[in-house]
T-cell receptor, first 117, second 116 residues
Framework: GAVVSQHPSWVICKSGTSVKIECRSLDFQATTMFWYRQFPKQSLMLMATSNEGSKATYEQGVEKDKFLINHASLTLSTLTVTSAHPEDSSFYIC?????????????FGQGTRLTVV | AQTVTQSQPEMSVQEAETVTLSCTYDTSESDYYLFWYKQPPSRQMILVIRQEAYKQQNATENRFSVNFQKAAKSFSLKISDSQLGDAAMYFCAYRSGSSGNTPLVFGKGTRLSVIA
């Protein structure tokens, strides 16, 4: 089956620094990628949707200047948390889908646990 | 906007028994998809079962089956012959069928414990 690889699986960074999270589709074209955030014991909340070659569409309340999303190729999207603060500590999950292949769904990456100290 | 409601924060079941997880949703659309995802302690999201709204027949995947009641906007998951490996968070999710790049909308989840 299709595989989405997310890296790193966990990261600890100092407050004020930036962290980049990568999401790669290994055997299909990820025309659309979704970035979610999950707090402990809570559900997945959509942060943004990105289509390859276009600017990401952010959900209400998500700061686009803080959570920079790049989707420049059909196999890679990145989420950069800029000037991270402890409140940004969370579990971030990407999912990718090839919207041109009918009857398929998005596949999820393994997630990234971000801890800001 | 579409919403998904899971009214059972926690459920438990004895090994080999059957358990049903509830899910209701709200939408004004006629074309959509419904899903159940499993999230084990590893936190990897695993697709359990998928239902197209236009299909009247309930989806089944081995020990997992759904009861899709479109008029009632209900989509429950039945797990038969429960196994220890079924213990996880289960999320009900909705996706609009209006276009290919619509995201999933998740419920708050149900934590399932399986008792040996």
């Amino acid at each position: 089956g299709a595989v989405v690889s997310q890296h790193p699986s966990w990261v600890i960074c100092k407050s004020g620094t930036s962290v980049k999270i990568e999401c790669r589709s290994l055997d299909f074209q990820a025309t659309t990628m979704f970035w979610y955030r999950q707090f402990p014991k809570q559900s997945l909340m959509l942060m943004a949707t990105s289509n390859e070659g276009s600017k990401a569409t952010y959900e209400q309340g998500v700061e686009k200047d803080k959570f920079l999303i790049n989707h420049a190729s059909l196999t890679l999207s990145t989420l950069t948390v800029t000037s991270a603060h402890p409140e940004d500590s969370s579990f971030y999950i990407c999912s990718a889908r090839d919207v041109w292949v009918p009857n398929t769904e998005a596949f999820f990456g393994q997630g990234t646990r971000l801890t800001v100290v | 906007a579409q919403t998904v409601t899971q009214s059972q924060p926690e459920m438990s079941v004895q090994e080999a028994e059957t358990v049903t997880l509830s899910c209701t949703y709200d939408t004004s659309e006629s074309d959509y998809y419904l899903f159940w995802y499993k999230q084990p302690p590893s936190r990897q999201m695993i697709l359990v079962i998928r239902q197209e709204a236009y299909k009247q027949q309930n989806a089944t995947e081995n020990r997992f089956s759904v009861n899709f009641q479109k008029a009632a906007k209900s989509f429950s998951l039945k797990i038969s012959d429960s196994q220890l490996g079924d213990a996880a968070m289960y999320f009900c999710a909705y996706r609009s069928g209006s276009s290919g790049n619509t995201p999933l909308v998740f419920g708050k989840g149900t934590r399932l414990s399986v008792i040996a």
